[in-house]
């Protein structure tokens, strides 16, 4: 905390929850769907830059029907989650990479640069002020969302003179909903998530609408989740909606998917590519083909498959389909591998364990 601080005022939500209701929503948080009792919000406008930042009442912003976020959609988010340690102290899990994310997406739509400082103090006071609102270890943890809209009522296609950047927090528990050893994942023949010189390396919410079709194409083929392909030639494997994704040999070699400009740079993916290689384990960031996938799967090559991300943390994936057939991963099941790296991610994150790397931040 060093240097000089930006002013975050603070107004308590008069009507926040009882101890008791709140504690109630974090037995059993789900994920995304109970917000804490206050949000941030930090406006901008070209001439007073970044102004009258506070921390409020949670609830409903009012906004002019023609403000540029609800036309063409000048929108980035960014996910992160808040851990509270054994010993109560609470944790942040690369924040500055987080920091750096959002900047780069904003670069990327055109939209004003909340200073890393800024957003990392934000970040900062939002979670001492709710942290009552973090679920125990063995529950979950806080996801915190920050975002920011353009709020210039406008209908030019350019980029706003103004902006919104926001701050929600959510208890989690589990992404997906069923407590199941594993996933099952579609892979569309039609339907990609992003093209070169495309948005697909930024978190703008435009991708993730872009992708709602294409995941009720997979929930209607029974599969939780889906795998995007390439959109040049539709075969190399990209990501998945809201994940990255790793193939483990049964060498114990490890695959992902090279940062190709179309995918999200994970945080969680580059944290994993760290932990395995330190594991003495080998990495490879290569081009991975469906075909070749499904041959390797078949032939017994691949021993695991999973997917992470913030909210999907390590997720194994247990089936694997496609318009031709289905193809099973480790009988369904989690792998060796798969654990062993969730643990040591894990342990970091809550801070049971010494971290070498120094990805964790105490707020
Ligand atoms: N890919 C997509 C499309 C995502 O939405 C996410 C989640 O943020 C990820 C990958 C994983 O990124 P991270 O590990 O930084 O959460
Ligand atoms: C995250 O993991 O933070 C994400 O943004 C994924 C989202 C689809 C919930």
């Known amino acids: 905390n060093s240097g000089k601080q930006f002013p975050i005022k603070f107004s308590q939500n008069p009507n926040s929850l009882s101890k008791k209701e709140r504690e109630a929503i974090l037995k059993k948080p789900g994920f995304g769907q109970k917000f804490t009792d206050h949000m941030l919000i930090i406006h901008y406008n070209d001439e007073k830059k970044w102004h009258d930042a506070e921390i409020k009442a949670y609830g409903p912003i009012s906004l002019d029907p023609a403000v540029c976020v609800f ?117 569309s023949e039609f339907y990609t998530r992003a093209a070169p010189g495309g948005t697909g390396e930024v978190k703008c919410g435009g991708n993730y609408a872009a992708s709602l079709a294409a995941q009720q194409e997979a929930t209607k ?9 390439d959109s040049v030639e539709h075969k190399w494997i990209e990501e998945m909606g809201g994940m990255n994704i790793f193939f483990v040999f049964k060498d114990g070699t490890l695959l992902t998917p090279p940062l190709s400009g179309t995918i999200l740079p994970g945080i969680t993916r580059d944290s994993l590519i760290t932990l395995a290689k330190d594991k003495g384990l080998t990495v490879k960031q290569e081009k991975y083909s469906i075909h070749q996938l499904i041959d390797d799967i078949q032939s017994k090559k691949i021993s695991e498959i ?35 790296l969730r643990k040591s991610l894990i342990d970091i994150q809550f801070g049971n364990v010494i971290d070498p790397y120094q990805w964790v931040k105490v707020v």
Request: charged fraction near 20%; glycine fraction near 6%; aromatic fraction near 12%.
């Open 71 to 187: 036309h063409y959609a000048q929108e980035i988010f960014e996910g992160m989650k808040a851990y509270k340690a054994n010993d109560g102290r609470i944790l942040l899990f690369r924040p500055e990479a987080n920091a750096k994310r959002f900047a780069n997406s904003a670069k990327r739509l055109a939209m004003a640069q909340l200073p890393e400082s800024i957003y990392l103090q934000a970040i900062n006071e939002f979670v001492k002020a709710e942290k009552n609102w973090i679920p125990d270890q063995e529950i979950g943890s806080l996801y915190l969302r920050p975002f920011m809209i353009a709020s210039k009522p406008y209908l030019g296609v350019k980029p706003s003179p103004e902006y919104l950047f926001m701050l929600i927090a959510s208890p989690a528990g589990s992404y997906f909903s069923k407590d199941a050893q594993s996933v099952s994942v579609w892979v």
């Open 221 to 229: 083929n029974q599969c939780d989740q889906l795998i995007f392909l």
């Open 306 to 340: 999973f997917a992470c991300g913030t909210a999907a943390v390590i997720t194994p994936i247990g089936k694997i389909k496609n318009s031709k057939g289905e193809y099973i991963i480790n009988e369904g099941k989690s792998g060796k591998i798969t654990q062993e």
